[in-house]
């Protein structure tokens, strides 16, 4: 089925280690997002990209850094974790900026210990 | 900015109605609504793109007032599949309207049967 895919699903980390969270889209859009979602605070985007080779702040970039090589891929990467970045992570898609609606993956659940 | 959603919950009875409000401080260019289920991505239901536009389908619609800056999302007759968190995403005009969406804490909707 068409979508977005996340992974690793669930990942627990130690303060200071570092990794990559992989979101692969096949749906050919041009718009890709991270956003991070904590209990109470609703979706709070990262970083974002309108297009290959692109990649733009978003509300809470400090401590995370993306890379769009690839049209379909958009990675999220994190240096050397901390505790404050245990969250589930969404990565999501849009073939317009402006006027489309946001295709979600499933998620990943990251604890940082 | 966050917009603002109200109500935080509400807990109704199967076959009853409900009303979400969404507001912002800013002026809007766009307001997408979505919901999510405990554990799962949020699921995109719609977008308002113009003042005064209203959109959906018999029993899940929305309205999009430009000038006061708000929307709100209707569920008639409610059905026990209604159950889940229902977010406001939205748009400004300042970012050009492609720097992504800026979500609402959102609110918890609970169907009894």
């Known amino acids: 089925n068409a979508g977005v895919t996340q992974t690793p699903k669930f990942r627990v980390l130690k303060t200071g280690q570092s990794m990559t969270l992989l979101c692969a889209q096949d749906m050919n859009h041009e718009y890709m997002y991270w956003y991070r979602q904590d209990p109470g605070m609703g979706l709070r985007l990262i970083h974002y990209s309108v297009g290959e080779g692109t990649t733009a702040k978003g509300e809470v970039p400090d401590g995370y850094n993306v890379s769009r090589l690839k049209k379909q891929n958009f990675l999220l990467g994190l240096e050397s974790a901390a505790p404050s970045q245990t969250s589930v992570y969404f990565c999501?898609?849009?073939?317009?900026?402006?006027?489309?609606?946001?295709?979600f993956g499933s998620g990943t659940r990251l604890t940082v210990v | 900015q966050q917009p603002v959603q109200s109500p935080q919950a509400v807990i109704l009875r199967e076959g009853e109605d409900a009303v979400i409000n969404c507001s912002s401080s800013k002026a809007l260019y766009s307001v997408h609504w979505y919901r999510q289920k405990h554990g799962e991505a949020p699921v995109f239901l719609m977008i308002?793109?113009?003042?005064?536009e209203q959109k959906g389908h018999e029993k899940i619609s929305a309205s999009f007032n430009e000038k006061k800056q708000q929307s709100s999302l209707y569920l008639t007759a409610s059905q026990l599949s209604y159950s889940g968190t229902y977010f406001c995403g939205t748009m400004t005009y300042s970012g050009g309207g492609a720097d992504g969406l800026t979500f609402g804490k959102g609110t918890h909707l609970i169907i009894q049967p």
């Open positions: 308002l793109l113009k003042g005064g």
């Open positions: 999501a898609s849009s073939y317009s900026g402006q006027g489309g609606g946001y295709t």
